[in-house]
């Protein structure tokens, strides 16, 4: 509690334990003041609200506070010792708020109403009600009282009253406990004694008489008590005593004709609050099936809140009011009620405060579940129980909606109130609504006091408790959850826990407590890690892993504690545990071990100077000095063992822990350097190539020296303020020394820096150049410092030799960026760069070649070479071959056909030359002259850019030169080569790349391709043939011949029509390749490997030739006659049986099957084009096949059996498809005909009378367009026209607007029917009115006119019925058996189906309703 507070709110809040509950900020919730508030009539009359939409924002007012509301009264000593061991499967646990809820049995109560049930008859369980006392009522009319010891105090009423009044409905118990109320299920209502075990009142004229009591409550006046009955009305009962008579007065305060209440509950104040305002307006919260109303009952009876409330019809709505502590300032607080209230899955809860003598509302949050509610009570500020359907207890935090425990009561057996919602006992005179919804009540069942929870079983009354925050962890010690349960005490500790009961005091009072236990916790753990959890047997692996889950919970916890204690946190950590640790030596280790990702994350810098010296000889034994550098630089020196650091530093060569050491142990920043200079001096005159350590150092120093000229700590951190000033002098002065304190005579002067050049000159200079941006370079000391240092690297490294271009490059290059930045500050003479100039572009030297063009790069864009002469630089940029160079100088002069000319020379870059020519000629900013110098450049050097990649240099002239396409094929034609592989390279490019405005490529050009690829690649003119179309017929076939490419001449005769010719060149190919299959089989008889290789060659070659000619001849034979396809299938039929007749005694049966097997497949082929009996002939005419038994040819015969059977039934099935669509076709015309037609307007279109004035011998007719006229009407217009004797009518207006389309003024398109159809029917009587018709008519432009007409041509053809009927009809000449000659009349030329181009979309006709 804030210090400070009123008297008053502390006295409340003391005695309520409101100083453990949760925190409210009320000033977050701005609610309109109501003016008038609405009355009892009105809201009783006011219909459901199905828009209402309560603000579902969490507003958060349960606040984090100091602890749980405490019970008033415990009943541990009514439960037994022995907890319910709840089913496993049904009981939901969170590891992360452990078990909440105790659960036990009364068995005392328990067994006397099980007995009182047997012995006097006293019935099953009925109702409940819990207080100091507990009030159970039976089903026959009994009330046995309990004392909190679990004592029979009362028996109250007999089985004769209960055959009288029927079972005990509801129970209500006063404050003070010394008054019961009961009511029954025939309607009666008696008051007793609790005192006296007397019966004070019976009444029986409180409400309706027929119905039974359902609820029955005291309020916080004792001679004020409310119930509601079963017909849903609620009563107020007046407790009065008058001249030594005790009365009863009764008020109506809800009638059910108006809408059923089923739930009620008066808003309490415990001796806690007697002072609160709500207890003199006796507040009374009502819920029926529609609403939830609030009203006041004194000082008189009003109306202050409704809401709607909605659910499934089989849900009852559920009440619970509590008190909760709301923060008003810094030192005041004050206490407010809460309604939780809901219906099926969702709830809501509303503040009530009291504020400027008025009653307010405010909505603070709705919880939508997933589950619904039967029951629902506070057992303290922050925790809510419900009570589900299917008898489950959830236990939830109200602020977060966080689901904290899951328990199944399903063996509680709970006591229904079903009976008495349905009135049964008197007649069951009750609404199908409320019967239906009773099921499942159980109002009186489920009942709370203080934060305990009874439930009233059929057999048993049971009893949940909140157990205490160090009850829960104690309970995880005894299951041996010991890491769940310090994680349930950290969890505490933070105050992140929920449903906290037990914890007292100030924060830093309950902090200090569960800081113990946790202590005492984590040693007992350790013990028992080591001892009975420890494993017994196994492999030193399975023991180290132990340890590894062991150590790093016990260094977790203590760190946590440590953060307010960090002297506690090492006394514990690396006193208690790690002395226990230290009797097993593996555990030591493993100890140690998991010390190192804490200290590298920074959350261990503190360790004991004994442990530490523990680590290092672990970490040294093991071979893991690494490791042991890397937890140096983040520990606090001040635990270390400075002395034996250094040692083992600069004997293992940890050098960051050595600098780290020197640096924050000594303040000195000079020695490490020094040394470690040295080390690396030695290493560089050695000569020898340097090692990975000896690098690393070198990288070292580099980065030591740039964070100590930068003000920045080295590895991690900053130095301290006062001493930057003063370790940035000290570093210059080191790195510039003369000579150094013990050098000998022969020492080179500058002895640092020279070994820093030679080390990583680059690097070291862009060490300098950081440097020099510090502000300490821009005063006029810094200045002269900043020129001395430039001196001397000119001195060390032009003056003197030993230095590689590179390296001089590099210095020459950095002078250069320095000048330009710090102008006028530094001075150096130009005739240097000169000089640098000549010995970095010497044509002489071979050497570095790379190397000295990267350096002199690197000085001309610096800007150190802006004196000398460019034409100059230029030629010894050409002479010394530095084409980069000349590239850079040239692009200044914009000479950009020479840069072509770079690359071309340059062999490393040569591959770059295309994107170069393709950026030219197509990137912005080159003019029309530059193009064509670069054009003409690449056209002279066209044969290398060919010769560096053909199909780059075709992409280059699609996209940029074609134009000159002719040019280049005409200039390339004395090179054949050359050119094939430019050509080659364009029609690759061609295919593969998807161009926006593709090249079309010259006849000529395609055919001298093609030309050169019967030269050079003869087995990719076949491929090229058919994937190209931009050749001469006659001429590509002339050069075929020219080259005898036989499949290539046979494709192309193919093509132009000749596929005679086209066979005869492929069969004469056939020929040879079978004669020589032949003379490999006749001469295999050796049988060697090579010869059968050769056979198996020889008969793939023959197999790819004859798929070839199959191809042709099924491409073909649909479009000829039989006797032609006969003249092309038989001959290639003959080809296959002549080797089998000729050579039948001279070859093997392998080699037989192999001719059987390519006669095969011909057969196959051939069937669907020639008649079978045609074949079987052929076949059976052969001596091959004509001799022998007949399985010789058994399953060639069979096969072409099964597809003839295959095609006929296909044939079958086909027709009678057609004949179902063409029927579906001619009932969907006879519907449209028979159609009834719709005139769009009620008079004629000609004259423009009503069709009710027509002419007896006139009529009228209507068009499918919608137009109607009179038939005299379209005579005079001349839209009759006699065909055959039969009059044709015409629409008038519609042949207008094809007029006036023919002559250009607009078109009129009706996306409805147009068609001439029309129908005469009578005149309409007088009067009548037809219905006009729809239609969506759009006037077309000329264009849409132009693209209508397009779309109408690309889908006009034969209509589908035309279709349909001529296949019928050569279907029935089939069937029929008609000569031959009439066959050929549907297969002629003039049928459609012979047609090229036409397509036959099928698809499944429509269901016919």
Request: overall charge negative; glycine content about 6%.
């Amino acid at each position: 509690m804030a210090e400070g507070k009123q008297g008053e709110s502390q006295g409340l809040s003391e005695g309520l334990g409101l100083d453990e509950m949760e925190q409210l900020d009320d000033s977050e919730f701005d609610l309109p003041e109501v003016v008038a508030p609405p009355s009892l009539e009105s809201i009783l009359n006011e219909p459901d609200d199905d828009s209402f939409n309560l603000d579902e924002q969490n507003l958060d007012i349960f606040q984090d506070a100091s602890g749980e509301t405490s019970s008033l009264v415990s009943l541990e000593s009514l439960a037994s010792d022995k907890p319910l061991a709840p089913k496993k499967k049904a009981h939901v646990q969170y590891a992360s708020h452990g078990s909440i809820l105790r659960h036990v049995v009364l068995k005392g109560v328990s067994a006397q109403v099980m007995s009182a049930a047997d012995r006097v008859d006293a019935g099953m369980p009925t109702a409940m009600a819990v207080s100091h006392l507990v009030a159970i009522g039976s089903s026959h009319g009994l009330i046995l009282v309990f004392d909190p010891k679990q004592v029979l105090k009362w028996c109250l009423g007999s089985t004769a009253v209960g055959a009288q009044y029927g079972a005990v409905s509801a129970l209500s118990i006063n404050h003070d406990c010394t008054r019961l109320l009961s009511g029954f299920a025939k309607g009666q209502i008696t008051m007793w004694d609790l005192t006296t075990g007397k019966l004070l009142r019976t009444i029986t004229d409180a409400h309706p008489p027929g119905t039974a009591v359902l609820h029955i409550k005291f309020t916080d006046d004792p001679t004020l008590a409310v119930c509601c009955d079963s017909g849903g009305s609620v009563f107020e009962l007046s407790f009065k005593r008058l001249m030594g008579m005790r009365t009863c007065e009764s008020r109506c305060l809800f009638s059910g004709a108006r809408g059923e209440v089923t739930a009620i509950e008066p808003l309490l104040a415990t001796e806690s609050v007697q002072d609160h305002p709500m207890k003199e307006v006796s507040l009374l919260a009502m819920a029926s099936l529609s609403k939830m109303l609030i009203v006041s009952l004194k000082p008189h009876l009003k109306v202050l809140f409704a809401h709607p409330l909605k659910g499934e019809p089989t849900t009852l709505p559920v009440l619970a009011w509590q008190f909760v502590m709301i923060q008003i300032t810094d030192t005041t607080r004050i206490v407010d009620p809460v309604l939780a209230f809901g219906r099926g899955n969702k709830l809501f809860f509303f503040q009530v405060s009291y504020q400027e003598d008025e009653i307010k509302f405010s909505a603070l949050q709705k919880m939508e579940l997933q589950y619904v509610i039967i029951a629902v009570t506070w057992v303290n500020s922050r925790t809510l129980v419900l009570v589900d359907a299917y008898e489950k207890v959830h236990v939830l935090d109200v602020r977060t909606e966080e689901e904290l425990e899951v328990i199944d009561i399903s063996d509680v057996q709970l006591v229904y109130a079903s009976s008495f919602f349905k009135s049964l006992a008197t007649g069951g005179n009750v609404s199908k609504a409320l019967a239906l919804a009773g099921e499942r009540a159980c109002y009186n069942s489920v009942v709370s006091f203080s934060n305990q929870l009874l439930f009233l079983g059929t057999k048993s009354i049971h009893v949940m408790t909140i157990r205490t925050w160090m009850e829960r962890i104690d309970l995880l010690v005894k299951q041996n959850k010991y890491i769940e349960a310090l994680s349930m005490a950290e969890s505490f500790y933070l105050g992140r826990a929920r449903a906290v009961v037990g914890l007292h005091g100030g924060l830093d009072r309950r902090t200090q407590i569960i800081a113990d236990k946790m202590l005492d916790l984590l040693l007992t753990y350790v013990d028992v890690s080591m001892t009975t959890q420890c494993p017994a047997s196994g492999k030193i692996e399975v023991l180290v892993q132990h340890y590894q889950t062991v150590v790093p919970v016990c260094v977790d916890y203590c760190l946590l504690l440590g953060k307010r204690n960090p002297t506690l946190m090492k006394d514990i950590l690396f006193g208690g545990i790690y002395d226990r640790f230290c009797q097993d030596p593996i555990a030591r280790g493993v100890f140690l071990e998991c010390l190192e990702p804490y200290i590298l994350n920074d959350n261990l810098r503190s360790v004991t100077p004994q442990v530490m010296k523990d680590f290092m000889e672990h970490y040294q034994h093991k071979g893991l000095l690494q490791n042991i550098e890397a937890c140096i630089v983040h520990m606090d020196v001040a635990n270390l063992d400075v002395h034996q650091v250094v040692v083992m530093c600069w004997l293992h060569g940890l050098y960051d822990a050595l600098i780290y050491i020197y640096n924050k142990g000594m303040q000195d920043y000079i020695t490490p350097l020094e040394e470690l200079l040295r080390v690396l001096q030695s290493a560089i005159k050695s000569n020898k190539q340097l090692t990975d350590d000896q690098i690393k150092l070198g990288n070292k120093l580099l980065v030591y020296i740039s964070c100590c000229l930068a003000g920045r700590a080295y590895p991690l951190g900053d130095i301290p303020p006062n001493l930057v000033d003063t370790v940035k002098s000290e570093v210059f002065k080191c790195v510039t020394v003369l000579h150094t304190k013990d050098g000998t005579e022969g020492e080179q002067t500058y002895p640092y820096l020279r070994t820093l050049v030679q080390f990583d000159t680059r690097e070291f200079l862009n060490v300098l150049a950081l440097a020099f941006e510090e502000p300490e370079f821009n005063t006029e000391e810094g200045m002269r410092q900043r020129q001395r240092i430039v001196d001397i690297l000119l001195q060390v490294m032009v003056e003197s030799v030993g230095f590689t271009p590179t390296q001089v490059g590099c210095l020459f290059t950095f002078l250069a960026r320095q000048m330009a930045r710090h102008e006028n500050s530094i001075l150096v003479n130009r005739l240097l760069f000169e000089q640098v100039l000549e010995f970095l572009a010497s044509p002489e030297d071979d050497s570095r070649h790379e190397e000295r063009q990267q350096a002199l790069l690197e000085l001309l864009n610096a800007g150190g070479l802006q004196q000398v002469d460019e034409e100059k630089l230029l030629s010894l940029a050409e002479n010394a071959r530095f084409y980069r160079v000349c590239e850079l100088l040239y692009e200044k002069r914009r000479d950009f056909d020479k840069i072509l000319a770079c690359y071309l020379r340059d062999a490393a870059r040569r591959q770059q030359v295309f994107s170069f020519i393709h950026t030219v000629m197509t990137a912005y900013g080159y003019s029309n002259e530059e193009r064509n110098a670069v054009h003409r450049e690449a056209m002279t050097q066209l044969e290398d850019l060919v010769s560096i990649n053909s199909k780059k240099t075709a992409q280059l002239v699609i996209t940029d030169f074609a134009h000159s396409l002719t040019e280049i094929v005409s200039k390339l034609d004395p090179q054949p080569v050359v050119l094939y592989d430019f050509l080659q390279g364009l029609f690759d490019t061609k295919e593969q790349v998807m161009m926006k405005d593709p090249v079309s490529t010259e006849p000529s050009v395609t055919e001298k391709y093609i030309d050169l690829m019967c030269r050079y690649n003869p087995q990719g003119v076949m491929a090229f043939l058919k994937n190209n179309d931009t050749y001469r017929l006659e001429e590509t076939l002339q050069i075929c011949r020219k080259h005898k490419s036989l499949e290539a001449t046979a494709y192309l005769l193919e093509k132009a029509g000749d596929v005679q010719g086209a066979f005869n060149i492929m069969l004469e190919t056939l020929v040879s390749k079978v004669k020589v299959l032949n003379q490999l089989m006749l001469s295999d008889s050796a049988n060697t490997p090579t010869q059968d290789s050769q056979t198996q060659v020889a008969v793939s070659s023959v197999q790819t030739n004859l798929l070839v000619i199959i191809q042709i001849l099924q491409r073909n034979s649909g479009k000829m006659q039989e006797e032609e396809r006969e003249g092309l299938w038989f001959p290639l039929m003959e080809v296959m049986l002549s080797p089998q007749r000729k050579h039948r005694d001279s070859l093997s049966q392998e080699q037989i099957q192999a001719y059987k097997d390519l006669t095969r497949h011909v057969l196959n082929s051939m069937m669907g084009y020639i008649a079978l009996p045609s074949i079987l002939q052929k076949i059976m005419q052969d001596p091959a096949y004509n001799t022998g038994k007949f399985g010789e040819i058994r399953e060639l015969l069979l096969g072409m059996l099964d597809t003839y059977n295959y095609e006929q039934t296909l044939l079958k099935t086909t027709n009678s498809l057609l004949s179902h669509d063409l029927h579906w076709s001619l009932c969907n015309l006879k519907a449209a005909v028979n159609k009834g037609l719709v005139p769009r307007q009620e008079d004629c279109g000609v004259c423009g009378q009503h069709f009710s004035i027509t002419e007896e011998q006139d009529s009228v007719i209507v068009f499918s367009c919608g137009h109607a006229y009179h038939t005299s009407c379209l005579q005079s217009v001349g839209c009759c026209h006699m065909i055959e004797g039969t009059p044709h009518w015409s629409c008038s207006l519609c042949n207008v607007a094809r007029r006036e389309a023919k002559t250009g003024r607009g078109r009129t398109l009706s996306w409805s029917s147009a068609t001439a159809a029309s129908k005469q029917v009578e005149p309409l009587p007088s009067g009548a009115v037809s219905q006009p018709r729809s239609h969506g008519d759009a006037l077309l432009s000329p264009q849409q006119e132009l693209s209508y007409s397009q779309l109408q041509k690309s889908f006009k053809g034969p209509s589908r019925l035309a279709i349909l009927a001529e296949l019928k009809r050569a279907a029935k000449y089939e069937d029929s058996g008609k000569p031959q000659d009439q066959k050929k009349i549907f297969s002629s030329s003039s049928s459609i189906l012979q047609n090229e181009n036409f397509q036959l979309k099928v698809a499944a006709p429509p269901v016919i309703e």
